[in-house]
């Protein structure tokens, strides 16, 4: 049995909308399937609706990807197995994506300045549709687009890296207010690919506020990294999760769903 229990939609930054997400899942004979977008769940009920409707084979789990503050790092954690109504979690989520549209005009306004003009509206055609989670990879994109690159990483490291020239930070919850949102909404919380943390004493922190698992599984972990991150789990009495991190982007392995999909006996979230 395979699982996934990390992958985008077009409601955040991955390029495949929600529904055509589950059907590759199916047709990669995904049995589990995580949706975690960035700040935002819309996309579990839409997915939802596609499994039912063309009676994909396939379970969901609503998903949502959180992005913490946590010193000069960037923490990923995901709630995992959530309630997307729980009236809280809505909120906060509400909040943060607001906010990641307000730092676009910011990131534009910086931008300028280093000599390249973008319209919002250029980003937010990047972003697509019923995207709620707007951010530096449609900046990027759109970057790319008015010819300025030729590819989204270039921007990133030249100018949208953490603090960067054009890089401007947003509204994000700490750890343990993230911690809190997806026990609040039943779920698991989860640190999502540990490998990308510079400061791994955050782990340690994390195990101390409650967090449930680690996503010990992970396409850019090397093999030592998983068995690190296992035993890790097994020490401080924490599950063991694995995702790919999908987005469908081109240049961003894995660009196709399921070739990083993950026995489910390797895994042990319930
Ligand atoms: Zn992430
Ligand atoms: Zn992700």
């Not at 990807?65 to 906060?92: C, K, N, T, W």
């Not at 030729?150 to 401007?168: H, M, Q, R, S, T």
């Not at 992970?218 to 599950?239: C, I, M, S």
Request: net charge negative; glycine share 8%.
């Amino acid at each position: 049995m395979l699982v996934d229990f990390h992958c985008h939609t077009t409601v955040s930054d991955g390029v495949y909308t929600p529904s055509e997400v589950v059907r590759l899942a199916a047709a990669a004979k995904i049995s589990s399937l995580a949706i975690t977008d960035h700040d935002a769940v819309s996309g579990c009920r839409e997915a939802a609706a596609a499994i039912k409707r063309e009676k994909l084979p396939l379970s969901l789990l609503q998903g949502v990807e959180f992005s913490i503050e946590a010193g000069e790092d960037e923490v990923h954690m995901l709630g995992l197995a959530i309630d997307d109504q729980e009236p809280r979690l809505v909120e906060r989520l509400h909040a943060f994506s607001a906010d990641r549209e307000n730092r676009v005009y910011k990131i534009l306004a910086k931008l300028e300045k280093l000599g390249y003009s973008l319209t919002p509206e250029e980003v937010f055609a990047a972003a697509g549709d019923g995207a709620q989670a707007v951010g530096r990879p449609h900046v990027a994109a759109a970057l790319v687009k008015r010819g300025y690159f030729n590819y989204v990483y270039e921007v990133f490291d030249k100018l949208l890296y953490n603090n960067g020239p054009a890089y401007v930070s947003h509204l994000k919850p700490s750890l343990k207010e993230a911690i809190d949102l997806t026990h609040a909404a039943k779920g698991l919380a989860v640190i999502a690919h540990p490998y990308g943390i510079s400061d791994q004493s955050v782990l340690e922190e994390a195990a101390r506020l409650g967090i449930d698992a680690i996503e010990a599984y992970y396409p850019q972990h090397t093999p030592e990294q998983v068995k690190h991150y296992k035993a890790f789990a097994r020490r401080h009495g924490l599950k063991v999760s694995g995702g790919s991190d999908f987005h469908g982007i081109k240049n961003k392995y894995p660009h196709k769903l399921g070739v990083y999909a993950i026995s489910a006996e390797l895994l042990n979230l319930w």
